[in-house]
T-cell receptor, first 113, second 112 residues
């Protein structure tokens, strides 16, 4: 079945550090890939998505590029801020008639001033 | 902007008791979903619905029932709550199966 593997546990950074959260996937066909962000006490919200090989998704300074060759969709940001502290989920939706989102286990980003 | 609300926001239940979690959306979305969130597991789909009066099983439906009495409302029912059902539950909605899913704020359920 479909699966998503992302950087596990917690990533601790200081403000202005560079962020990378790794995401690799396994799915049949041509999935759509997503990054969701979840702030404390809230539900996940879409950060951005990508549907085609080499397509770059971006929002709020975060970006990721769909790479079908390496089955990856790594999240990056050049300079993080304390307000970026949250849990980040990589997710996929398989092509065809599939409705379902498959999520990774989540990565907690903690940014200290 | 999408508006999905959930009630209650937190609940303590006893083992073997009945629990009903409610979800309401005001966006005329056809699709609604129930997920549970556990540390180390991310979010997993329990049930979903694409039309009123009809529900479908997701990946982990055992121990849960769902009800969609109207387009706006979607409930998750635990007939006999168990300790293993302690988790945070999220409702989501979308226009169709390929559209962005919008999540509610979650319900924290503790089963004792």
């Amino acid at each position: 079945g479909d699966s998503v593997t992302q950087t596990e546990g917690q990533v601790a950074l200081s403000e202005e550090d560079f962020l990378t959260i790794h995401c690799n996937y396994s799915a049949s066909g041509y999935p759509t890939l997503f990054w969701y962000v979840q702030y404390p006490g809230e539900g996940p919200q879409l950060l951005f998505r990508a549907s085609r090989d080499k397509e770059k998704g971006s929002s709020r300074g975060f970006e990721a590029t769909y790479d079908k060759g390496t089955t990856s969709f790594h999240l990056r940001k050049a300079s993080v801020q304390e307000s970026d502290s949250a849990v980040y989920y990589c997710a996929l939706r398989s092509g065809g008639s599939n409705y379902k989102l498959t999520f990774g286990k989540g990565t907690l980003l903690t940014v200290t001033p | 902007e999408a508006a999905v609300t959930q009630s209650p926001r937190s609940k303590v239940a006893v083992t073997g008791g009945k629990v009903t979690l409610s979800c309401h959306q005001t966006n005329n979305h056809d699709y609604m979903y129930w997920y549970r969130q556990d540390t180390g597991h991310g979010l997993r789909l329990i049930h979903y619905s694409y039309v009123a009066d009809s529900t479908e099983k997701g990946d982990i439906p055992d121990g849960y029932k769902a009800s969609r009495p109207s387009q706006e409302n979607f409930s998750l029912i635990l007939e006999l709550a168990s300790l293993s059902q302690t988790a945070v539950y999220f409702c989501a909605s979308s226009w169709d199966r390929k559209d962005t899913q919008y999540f509610g704020p979650g319900t924290r359920l503790l089963v004792l």
